[in-house]
């Protein structure tokens, strides 16, 4: 549902057009984001008991554990009528875990207001159900319905990957190029790209925001953008703009010079041409094809990614959120492992994320720990030729 403001809510229907009231009561605590994510996974939910013959008085904390088995392809058999298309795959461990968490709420809420099994509800809140092999950091979020999560490595993006996109005939556009740039300088999300405004840059220094003395961007979570971005911001909405017009407050990036450089290129090159077909103030634009002058959608850039992989001969899949993964774990090592520093930059809301998530990355630099130790030990080289080639190595080669 798209509102006079622009913004836009997920509601779930009935069959006869009504709106699934239960249902809304739960989605509308969350914000756009989030709320269409649990749409998606409670409108699924409900076909599946619906389609089952399930209704809440009558689901037992197994039939859900059975639901979730269903859509993560671990069922070791047929749990009652399938209500998923056949071509539809697995889900991984953390898009199920939004399913769970979204079903757990929606039961919890029913509780308050409609007749649902008592001992559902007791289940699902209860601190000591909590499914083998699943540990929450506290009682009060334990979620027996939620999968097993491994831990998280990323995957970081090479150099030699990032070198082969920038050669000769591989980033057509000066656009493209601003666009890898400020991925892999920036490390933003590619939704925070996307849906950057010509306000948002304040690229000189000093900027009468007041608010950085380097230049700068804002990113601002905003429902309202023509192409659907959306940046990822912790803060509640509210106004950004300050007493004298400026953009304030969001996540504040600092840029590169070579950021500002490629933004002026695409500006001169590609923008100023076709800017009387531009109807919006969005940045990223398409300045070829049947839109010129149209928003560019994170869908696009990822096809511009997989294009500019295909022409410099590239057998890797690169995505937008490789860039971010490659400079956040680049600046995390090069502020001495500073989380807190790393989390307020990149804009994560806890720096215990950044711990959690670049802190099994640093295990790289324990490689020159380990060559001490191996160097310190007793035993005979066992091969004299491996230390001579060792010594050969450059400092370049060796990490």
């Not at 399913?99 to 929606?106: E, S």
């Not at 933003?188 to 608010?211: A, K, T, Y």
Request: one cysteine or more; a neutral charge; hydrophobic letters at 40%.
């Amino acid at each position: 549902m798209r509102h006079t403001d622009g913004a836009l809510s997920y509601w779930i229907f009935t069959p006869g057009a009504e709106v699934h009231r239960p249902s809304l009561n739960v989605l509308k605590r969350y914000g756009t984001s989030s709320q269409q994510t649990y749409a998606y996974s409670l409108v699924d939910h409900l076909n599946w008991a619906h389609a089952n013959g399930k209704t809440p008085d009558s689901l037992t904390l197994e039939d859900l554990q059975r639901y979730m088995n269903g859509v993560t392809g671990e069922a070791g058999g047929v749990y009652g009528i399938a209500w998923r298309d056949p071509d539809q795959k697995p889900l991984g461990a953390s898009a199920a875990g939004n399913v769970a968490t979204i079903v757990k709420a929606y039961y919890v809420s029913l509780s308050a207001s409609e007749k649902v099994n008592s001992d559902l509800v007791s289940a699902l809140t209860s601190g000591g159900a909590v499914r083998r092999g699943v540990r929450s950091r506290s009682a009060g979020e334990a979620n027996p319905l939620a999968p097993t999560k491994s831990s998280r490595r990323p995957r970081f993006l090479p150099d030699e990957v990032v070198e082969a996109l920038f050669q000769p005939d591989v980033l057509t556009t000066a656009r493209d190029v601003m666009i890898v740039t400020w991925l892999h300088d920036g490390g933003l999300r590619v939704g925070g790209l996307c849906g950057l405004r010509f306000c948002d840059l304040h690229l000189v220094r000093h900027h009468p925001c007041g608010q950085r003395a380097d230049p700068h961007i804002h990113i601002i979570g905003r429902d309202d953008n023509p192409n659907g971005a959306r940046a990822k911001t912790y803060a509640a909405p509210r106004d950004n703009l300050s007493s004298d017009g400026y953009v304030v407050d969001g996540i504040i990036r600092a840029v590169s010079p070579d950021m500002i450089s490629t933004f002026h290129a695409y500006l001169l090159d590609e923008y100023h041409p076709v800017q009387h077909l531009v109807d919006h103030e969005l940045v990223l634009i398409h300045g070829q094809g049947p839109t010129p002058g149209a928003a560019m959608t994170t869908a696009a850039v990822r096809k511009m990614l997989r294009r500019a992989c295909d022409r410099a001969g590239l057998s890797v899949r690169v995505t937008p959120h490789a860039f971010r993964h490659k400079a956040a774990a680049a600046f995390y090592a090069a502020s001495d492992f500073n989380a807190e520093m790393v989390a307020q930059e990149f804009g994560w809301a806890n720096p215990e994320m950044v711990t959690d998530l670049y802190g099994k990355s640093a295990n790289r630099h324990a490689l020159k720990y380990l060559r001490e130790a191996w160097e310190a030990t007793a035993r005979p080289p066992s091969e004299p030729y491996l230390a001579l080639c060792e010594d050969e190595l450059t400092e370049e080669e060796v990490r």
